[in-house]
């Protein structure tokens, strides 16, 4: 693979994984926390209504977790790509 094919590979992976942490990222924010929170609000946890939970401190919760997710793919697709800094 040249140089240049592989450049646009790592590319076109690190944007692919991006679009999913912003997919992710939007889905948990907007939707669980304003669009579909009347529907979760029918579910409990912890005695407080899902949608206000999602909204409150469980995005956060998703945000924190998709950090350490988009480390360790962003890790792999650099060593895939042999773009790793040992």
Do not use: C, H
């Not at 994984?17 to 939007?26: E, H, N, R, S």
């Not at 669980?32 to 979760?40: H, K, S, T, V």
């Not at 988009?70 to 790509?81: E, G, L, V």
């Amino acid at each position: 693979m040249s140089q240049d094919n592989n450049a646009r590979a790592y590319w076109s992976a690190t944007l692919g994984l991006l679009t999913k942490v912003l997919v992710i990222w939007f889905l948990v924010s907007y939707g669980a926390g304003i669009l579909f929170a009347d529907a979760l609000n029918a579910i409990k946890l912890g005695g407080y209504p899902l949608g206000f939970w999602f909204a409150q401190q469980g995005s956060i919760y998703v945000f924190i977790a998709l950090i350490f997710w988009y480390a360790a793919q962003m890790r792999k697709i650099d060593q895939k790509f042999g773009m790793a800094e040992d």
